[in-house]
């Protein structure tokens, strides 16, 4: 792949910044969204975390709203009635899935939680024999897909040890190779049953080459997965053409749906018409014309809605629509990837600037590399790493703070300004100065 790095001519002051934000086509979308207050007063939070939790768009207490009404003058007739009738309520939320992973609509839905996607994902697609038993995961993957994967290996009777091939960048360095990549799946080819992979790595805020990874995996005749937690919503993809046998995410990051919302699934149009697939099956994932004949003969849906268990809670699928609805309003994920590109790499520019030797940027700086986030380690010259993260807190900066000091910060494209970037780094620049520092 052809590794490109967008150029900017950025300048490191507050007017340039402001400037910025003034010339932003989507500069408004900032006022679609609560932004919490600093100490509960005037000024607003320098909000870096929406790669864990996303902000709240003020759609969803409307959309919410509208849901209890119903609920409250319809009861269960609320489930036929209205604009959004809840039988088919995680159909509204298809398009917008759809766009934003680049998938058929045949192939997303709303559903469960992560982790439970996860493992019913691995129900169908994990299929160990004798000899292909294996799963090919990351290191240092995120703990519950660690947890996930290890648990379906012990319950298929096989030891993990032997069974989870954990890949790791090559030493003194801290993001992977994708040729690296490409050459495990091919060197344990023919023992591989599962390669399930993150788009974007949650702690470097690396993306890997999913097509690649999809291509080869497919190439040695294993099935691939990806985790998408940290890339819906915050990179453009093409799953669709792309092919892996299915993702998985949140939508609480970057997709702003709340707290534990639903979560999104995509399962290739491949397998959707292969009934004899295994699969933890429930009604809402039976023929929709004879569900409620009742007759205990499970005929799944041929498209990803056969995998659905259960009806599903309505008002998180109400927040999911409300934050669908305000992507759309943005002009959609490459309207947002093209702010977001420009952002990250505005902070990129002025740490390097204002901090220089002191602060090390993990994530690749190639655009097709990186989403919003950037994770720096920084030199605090002996203060401790929890001070400096307690006097950026106080400072009116929410990110995260990784012992002994790694901080991750993500400008979110709809509601970081380049100003935030501004502001961010000169309290970065601030908490780093020792008292006698300061007192010079
Ligand atoms: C955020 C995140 C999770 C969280 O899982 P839940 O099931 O939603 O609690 C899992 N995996 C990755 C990679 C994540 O980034």
Redesign the pocket.
């Known amino acids: 792949m052809n590794q490109s790095i967008t150029q900017f001519e950025f300048e490191k002051s507050l007017e340039f910044a402001q400037r910025l934000d003034a010339s932003d086509p989507i500069r408004n979308m900032r006022d679609e969204f609560h932004i919490p207050k600093h100490n509960n007063e005037e000024k607003d939070e320098i909000y870096f975390c929406g790669n864990?939790l996303g902000l709240q768009p003020k759609l969803t207490q409307e959309y919410l709203h509208y849901e209890l009404s119903q609920w409250q003058k319809l009861g269960v007739k609320g489930h036929f009635s209205g604009d959004f009738p809840w039988m088919p309520y995680h159909e509204f939320l298809t398009h917008g899935f759809a766009d934003l992973v680049g998938a058929k609509p045949s192939e997303v839905v709303a559903m469960n939680?992560?982790?439970?996607n996860?493992h019913f994902m691995m129900v169908s697609f994990y299929r160990p024999t004798g000899k292909r038993f294996k799963i090919l995961i990351e290191d240092h993957?995120?703990?519950?897909?660690h947890y996930a994967v290890e648990s379906q290996i012990k319950f298929h009777g096989f030891d993990p040890k032997e069974a989870m091939i954990l890949i790791k960048p090559r030493d003194g360095e801290e993001t992977f190779r994708t040729e690296d990549i490409l050459q495990t799946i091919e060197q344990h080819g023919d023992e591989l049953a599962l390669i399930l992979l993150?788009g974007v790595q949650?702690y470097t805020g690396q993306v890997f080459d999913m097509q690649a990874i999809t291509e080869k995996g497919h190439e040695v005749g294993c099935k691939v997965g990806f985790?998408l937690?940290?890339a819906a919503g915050n990179i453009t993809m093409e799953l669709n053409k792309w092919g892996p046998d299915f993702a998985c995410w949140?939508n609480?990051?970057y997709l702003n749906s709340g707290a534990?919302s639903v979560?999104g699934c995509f399962v290739h149009e491949r397998h959707h018409s292969n009934k004899n697939l295994p699969r933890f099956a429930g009604w809402w994932g039976h023929n929709k014309e004879t569900r409620f004949k009742m007759d205990n003969q499970f005929d799944p849906i041929d498209s990803v809605e056969g995998w659905q268990l259960s009806n599903p809670p309505i008002l998180s699928l109400a927040a999911i629509r409300a934050s669908l609805d305000t992507v759309k309003k943005a002009g959609g994920i490459k309207v947002l990837r093209e702010k977001s590109l420009k952002l990250t790499a505005f902070l990129r520019f002025l740490l390097k600037q204002e901090l220089g030797d002191d602060i090390h940027i993990l994530t690749p700086e190639e655009d097709e590399a990186h989403g919003a986030q950037l994770s720096l380690t920084v030199n605090t010259h002996g203060l401790d790493g929890k001070a400096v993260f307690n006097r950026i807190e106080n400072a009116g900066v929410t990110g995260d703070w990784r012992y002994p000091n790694v901080i991750r910060v993500a400008p979110v494209p709809l509601y970081n300004t380049f100003e935030d970037c501004y502001r961010f780094v000169q309290i970065l620049k601030e908490s780093l100065q020792t008292d006698e520092q300061t007192a010079s």
């Open positions: 864990s939680s992560l982790t439970a996860l993957a995120f703990p519950s897909d993150p949650y985790d937690a940290h949140c609480y990051k534990g979560a």
